[in-house]
């Protein structure tokens, strides 16, 4: 079948909600390294990886031959038995881990692996109430919905009850009208007051990401969570870091939370764990693991072949350094995209992201500090881009966020050739 096959049926028979980029949209057939190539031969520098999930390159050899070898051992069997894939990957999960956390439990999404986060916090403290953030995604669950705080990600209003929403440190939207460099952080302030006024005082702990991933890349001050976190335990809770899209070296340091120094009493993980492959991880301390005394399973989770290829992304990373390579080609990034906001001051109104998390949002006019949202330059940007052969990411409450994620082995070359494509898009979409 050909491209304009597929999208017909796919407009058939998949479920109206389920979106696609492009007015005309790609229809991606077969990838190596940060190149995939579409149904009709056209080759891509794909820059978005799966949203952050193709950690090592498409059809990485290692992680495939991993996967090769096991699925023709053993393809599957769920946690009610243990298997080497599983174990193995645990022992190095555990090694990488900051902190004291010291167990694990797999799931297949990051969906799955915050649920059981909430789940072992309420259980381990006796409390109920969950504090989140604004701008902040969970997944697609009932309680991840509740989670997250993005009304389009709400199917329904009826959400599950004892969520709170702190402010989101969303320094460039400052909900507080404050500046970066004199406001004392009143975000991470305010969970103090959030959590006197809008629950019962005792609270099961805060999810928080690193870096806010589908809200944009939102890079919180470097003393945020460390505020965070000395308030929410002094109010009986746990910190549960959700490196679903930070984890594995994309913000140049294996963990996101590495950046703060807060040591996580509960940490989830997926995406770009298994190059692709469902998986997720939830890890905990012994003292919250040991307090979980129901029965439970998963299907899935820690199924032997993506267990295996999780190992085999692991080894990569290790073993081509790719963490440094990440920190270097995205200071790179960082530097060529703050270049390309100067020569396009109006539409460009802030850069910003860590390692292979970059992120820019178009405004209206930031030269005169309008900056009221712009998605359809963002819409605009994204057709010329696909022109020349570039793919990038969307995200923001907004729509008008540009993500940018290459895989952690993303060469010199390769990032500069994005810049080009960028740098000439934003001129073919008239930007100034």
């Not at 259980?123 to 604004?134: M, Y």
């Not at 702990?205 to 690193?210: C, D, I, N, S, Y």
């Amino acid at each position: 079948m050909d491209s304009k096959t597929i999208r017909a049926k796919h407009k058939e028979y998949m479920l109206p909600a389920v979106a696609n980029y492009y007015q005309e949209p790609v229809v991606l057939h077969e990838g190596k390294g940060a190149r995939i190539k579409d149904l009709d031969g056209n080759t891509y520098l794909d820059f978005f990886g799966g949203i952050l999930t193709v950690s090592v390159g498409h059809a990485n050899e290692r992680v495939n031959n991993a996967i090769i070898q096991q699925v023709q051992r053993l393809s599957h069997v769920s946690t009610l038995y243990p298997t080497v894939p599983m174990v193995e990957l645990a022992e190095k999960l555990i090694k990488l881990a900051p902190g004291n956390l010291k167990k694990v439990f797999f799931t297949a999404s990051g969906t799955e692996a915050d649920e059981t986060a909430v789940n072992l916090a309420q259980v381990a403290t006796g409390n109920l109430e969950v504090i989140a953030l604004r701008h902040g995604y969970s997944g697609r669950s009932m309680l991840a919905q509740s989670l997250t705080a993005h009304s389009n990600y709400r199917s329904v209003p009826t959400q599950v009850a004892g969520i709170k929403h702190a402010m989101s440190p969303y320094c460039y939207r400052c909900p507080l009208k404050l500046e970066p460099s004199s406001c004392g952080v009143q975000c991470a302030r305010d969970i103090e007051e959030l959590i006197r006024t809008t629950t019962t005082g005792r609270i099961a702990g805060m999810l928080a990401e690193p870096i806010q991933g589908v809200g944009g890349f939102i890079v919180p001050p470097k003393e945020y969570l460390e505020i965070a976190a000395e308030i929410v335990r002094r109010y009986g809770g746990l910190m549960i870091i959700d490196e679903v899209q930070t984890g594995f070296g994309r913000t140049g340091k294996m963990w996101g939370a590495q950046m703060s120094g807060v040591e996580p009493d509960i940490m989830t993980m997926a995406k770009g764990i298994a190059n692709g492959l469902p998986l997720a991880a939830t890890l905990a301390t012994p003292f919250v693991a040991d307090a979980f005394k129901a029965s439970t399973i998963s299907t899935f989770g820690g199924n032997p072949v993506s267990c295996a290829a999780a190992s085999a992304v692991l080894d990569e990373i290790e073993e081509h350094r790719l963490v440094e390579n990440a920190a270097r080609r995205g200071e790179e990034l960082r530097v060529g995209l703050e270049r390309i906001q100067k020569k396009y001051p109006k539409t460009i109104g802030d850069v910003r992201g860590m390692g292979l998390m970059q992120a820019i949002e178009l405004v209206v006019d930031e030269t005169i500090k309008d900056r009221t949202p712009n998605p359809k330059a963002t819409l605009r940007l994204f057709e010329e881009t696909k022109k020349r052969n570039l793919l990038i990411g969307k995200g923001g409450l907004y729509g008008n966020t540009v993500r940018i994620a290459p895989p952690l082995n993303v060469t010199a070359s390769e990032v500069e050739e994005s810049l080009k494509i960028l740098d000439e898009s934003f001129a073919a979409m008239g930007a100034n």
